[in-house]
């Protein structure tokens, strides 16, 4: 199972990710800020309010994704278009 180890928000809505399997991997937000309670992380301060919470990650607003999600959608490369 992936879990999340580490993150660390970027700018433009990018969020580096360290999974338990070691690898490091880029997740971009942008996609989900129109959506339900992910519309608040279009304010910076919350975005970067990210935290690990058990197993994945989470906002102070009380948004999270999975950590399968996060893995499976993310890349290694921080910019990848």
């Not at 928000?9 to 399997?21: G, H, R, T």
């Not at 197993?55 to 490369?77: F, H, M, Q």
Request: hydrophobic share 35%; glycine share 2%.
């Amino acid at each position: 199972m992936i879990t999340v180890k580490r993150v660390e928000p970027k700018e433009n809505y990018i969020l580096e990710l360290e999974f338990n399997n070691s690898e490091v991997k880029y997740f971009d937000m942008k996609e989900y800020l129109d959506h339900g309670i992910f519309k608040e992380l279009q304010n910076p301060k919350l975005f970067n309010s990210v935290k690990v919470f058990f197993e994945t990650i989470n906002w102070d607003n009380g948004a999270d994704l999975c950590p399968e999600v996060l893995y499976r959608k993310s890349t290694y490369d921080m910019n990848p278009n």
